[in-house]
């Protein structure tokens, strides 16, 4: 029967539905049977194919500047499985070919291919993207099956920029040191998972697929500055190179917040490469784990104590003779001379040890080492580095009088470079030490302290006079005429230092080094309104010279970059001319 005329077209219409709606009764059929009328059956034929779990990595959390630039941070990246059952027929060749090519430990790849028992093995981990792709890709094309890639965020450094202090990852995605330890529950997050089943070496789309996201880790903010640490590190490599020293520290604080800006480490390591044998011993930080003896420049702290005890001005007369004997032994100068007639300055100016131990007399035991103690020796300074040393500061009532006399001058104790810096910094801080941080904000450690600038807690160690007249005689330390570190004076600024050298110890014995020193130099400007503080350290160094000359130009390099880096102007005052000698009337 022929359709009435003008009405074929909705003839067609509705054949067309009836015949779309068969067809999807026999799919929907076909689903209800998959789905709900025949599930054993399904699953049996699933269970025998194999069912794959995996981990979903979280992204981990960055490590980030002070101005939110990445240290540290989770690039994109894949993971490479694999088949077994897919790869065994051809386990050499794959092993072989992905060990060349990804830099893999063959006979760990073989086994990992060669399993046929199960139906997913992990091949590599935390690979370049491009790199992995590649190298799938190439034998997928050339025939051979069952090598997969999955997402996998892999970590990125910037190079070598504070690497001791960040520390790295290892292959298997752990943390191995640092702040990548440290704070590894903050950085972490928590990784996911996904079950599914597999039939013919792909996902079977309706069989028992399970996924648990991944929850990505928080960032971590520094006070370090990106740029000025990696100049930091720059100086101070040319310095160790040219001192041919053993190794060599720097600090810069802000002086009124004790944030670190800056804590450079040489020799130090690329964190993104592939850590040599004779790179282990240069993974941590030096400045944090390394104690020495900090020589001359703790005389600021004596000389600040005995000013802020009202026992000395910086006009004080001493006579300073050509040796001292104590005890047992004779204290010396670092130059010969004969009678001296130094004021207070003058002692700090020069360097002498014998002024200052004179100086010193004045104090008992407990009184000094109650200063150095509010300075921070003999403590950690807690800001959340792994092995940081407290340094030593012994008992007072241990002290005999050579120990006294030692400790006045720096030997006999010993730091680190931080809190060696931080203490300096608080003579430059108006006599008030703050708390040094590197972490702004703050975050708990994996110990379960809570470091960082909102916790950075202040306390007042000296006078404000005090500590003005310190800073006063330090200025004389770098005068080209009176002073022992004129190569640490930045032009147009008013810079207040002081140079330290001494002997190292032997560690096996117990005993100093014969011909072996620690040179270093600190200092703050401006010196009369003061905005960073500045520590450089170098570690046995094998040419001569002492801390002026060998750490003080490095100090000069890095104080005029931070002053110009942060728009910090001369004062365009005029220090005042303390003397350094004096005459009998």
């Known amino acids: 029967m022929s359709p009435p005329r003008g009405g074929s077209a909705l003839f067609r219409l509705r054949f067309g539905f009836v015949a779309i709606a068969i067809v999807l009764s026999i799919y929907g059929a076909r689903l209800v049977q998959l789905q709900g009328l025949d599930p054993k059956s399904y699953a049996a034929m699933a269970a025998a194919e194999g069912v794959v779990s995996i981990t979903l990595p979280a992204d981990r959390g960055a490590i980030l500047d002070r101005d939110g630039e990445p240290l540290a941070e989770s690039v994109d990246g894949l993971m490479i499985v694999a088949d077994p059952k897919l790869t065994t027929e051809h386990a050499p060749y794959l092993a072989k070919e992905?060990?060349?090519?990804?830099?893999?430990?063959?006979?760990?790849?073989?086994?990992?291919?060669?399993?046929?028992?199960?139906?997913?093995?992990?091949?590599?981990?935390?690979?370049?993207?491009?790199?992995?792709?590649?190298?799938?890709?190439?034998?997928?094309?050339?025939?051979?099956?069952?090598?997969?890639?999955?997402?996998?965020?892999?970590?990125?450094?910037?190079?070598?920029?504070?690497?001791?202090?960040?520390?790295?990852?290892?292959?298997?995605?752990?943390?191995?040191?640092?702040?990548?330890?440290?704070?590894?529950?903050?950085?972490?997050?928590?990784?996911g998972s996904a079950r599914y089943e597999v039939g013919g070496g792909n996902r079977i789309p309706l069989g028992d697929n399970q996924t648990v996201k991944p929850v990505d880790g928080k960032d971590l903010k520094l006070t370090i500055d990106l740029d000025l640490q990696w100049f930091v590190q720059r100086v101070l490599r040319q310095t160790v190179l040219n001192a041919r020293a053993e190794s060599g520290m720097a600090v810069v604080m802000d002086t009124r917040t004790g944030e670190v800006l800056a804590l450079a480490d040489d020799p130090t390591f690329d964190a993104n490469g592939p850590l040599r044998r004779e790179d282990k011993s240069n993974l941590g930080s030096r400045a944090m784990s390394d104690v020495y003896e900090p020589g001359s420049v703790e005389k600021v702290l004596t000389l600040a104590a005995l000013l802020d005890a009202g026992k000395v001005t910086p006009w004080t007369k001493i006579l300073v003779p050509p040796e001292l004997p104590r005890q047992d032994r004779v204290i010396h100068d670092h130059w010969d001379h004969g009678n001296e007639k130094l004021t207070l300055t003058g002692v700090l100016?020069?360097?002498?040890?014998?002024?200052?131990?004179?100086?010193?007399?004045?104090?008992?035991?407990?009184?000094?080492?109650?200063?150095?103690?509010?300075?921070?020796?003999?403590?950690?300074?807690?800001?959340?580095?792994?092995?940081?040393?407290?340094?030593?500061?012994?008992?007072?009532?241990?002290?005999?009088?050579?120990?006294?006399?030692?400790?006045?001058?720096?030997?006999?104790?010993?730091?680190?470079?931080?809190?060696?810096?931080?203490?300096?910094?608080?003579?430059?801080?108006?006599?008030?030490?703050?708390?040094?941080?590197?972490?702004?904000?703050?975050?708990?450690?994996?110990?379960?302290?809570?470091?960082?600038?909102?916790?950075?807690?202040?306390?007042?160690?000296?006078?404000?006079?005090?500590?003005?007249?310190?800073?006063?005689?330090?200025?004389?330390?770098?005068?080209?005429?009176?002073?022992?570190?004129?190569?640490?004076?930045?032009?147009?600024?008013?810079?207040?230092?002081?140079?330290?050298?001494?002997?190292?110890?032997?560690?096996?014995?117990?005993?100093?080094?014969?011909?072996?020193?620690?040179?270093?130099?600190?200092?703050?400007?401006?010196?009369?309104?003061?905005?960073?503080?500045?520590?450089?350290?170098?570690?046995?160094?094998?040419?001569?010279?002492?801390?002026?000359?060998?750490?003080?130009?490095?100090?000069?390099?890095?104080?005029?970059?931070?002053?110009?880096?942060?728009?910090?102007?001369?004062?365009?005052?005029?220090?005042?001319?303390?003397?350094?000698?004096?005459?009998?009337?």
């Open 349 to 585: 100016a020069k360097s002498s040890n014998i002024g200052t131990v004179l100086a010193a007399d004045q104090f008992e035991p407990a009184e000094l080492h109650g200063y150095l103690d509010k300075f921070g020796f003999g403590q950690r300074t807690k800001v959340g580095v792994r092995g940081e040393t407290a340094g030593m500061l012994s008992d007072p009532d241990t002290w005999s009088q050579i120990n006294q006399d030692t400790i006045a001058f720096g030997q006999g104790v010993s730091v680190n470079a931080l809190q060696m810096a931080a203490a300096i910094n608080t003579v430059a801080n108006g006599g008030v030490r703050v708390s040094p941080s590197l972490v702004r904000g703050s975050a708990v450690t994996d110990q379960g302290e809570q470091v960082g600038t909102d916790v950075a807690s202040p306390e007042r160690v000296l006078s404000e006079k005090a500590a003005r007249q310190t800073a006063q005689m330090m200025e004389k330390v770098v005068d080209p005429e009176d002073g022992t570190a004129p190569k640490a004076a930045v032009p147009d600024y008013r810079v207040a230092g002081k140079t330290g050298t001494a002997q190292r110890v032997n560690p096996e014995c117990g005993c100093y080094e014969q011909d072996a020193f620690d040179v270093s130099f600190a200092g703050f400007a401006p010196a009369d309104d003061p905005r960073f503080t500045v520590y450089v350290v170098l570690r046995k160094p094998g040419v001569a010279g002492g801390g002026g000359s060998l750490a003080g130009p490095a100090f000069s390099t890095i104080m005029q970059h931070a002053l110009r880096r942060y728009s910090v102007p001369p004062t365009g005052t005029k220090a005042p001319d303390l003397p350094v000698t004096w005459t009998r009337r």
């Open 98 to 191: 992905l060990a060349n090519e990804l830099g893999l430990d063959y006979f760990t790849t073989l086994k990992a291919l060669s399993k046929p028992d199960t139906r997913f093995q992990y091949i590599a981990r935390r690979v370049p993207a491009t790199q992995a792709l590649n190298a799938v890709e190439r034998l997928t094309e050339a025939g051979y099956k069952g090598l997969a890639t999955e997402r996998d965020p892999l970590r990125d450094y910037t190079r070598d920029v504070a690497a001791n202090l960040l520390g790295y990852m290892g292959t298997d995605g752990e943390p191995l040191g640092g702040m990548e330890l440290t704070f590894d529950k903050i950085l972490a997050g928590k990784d």
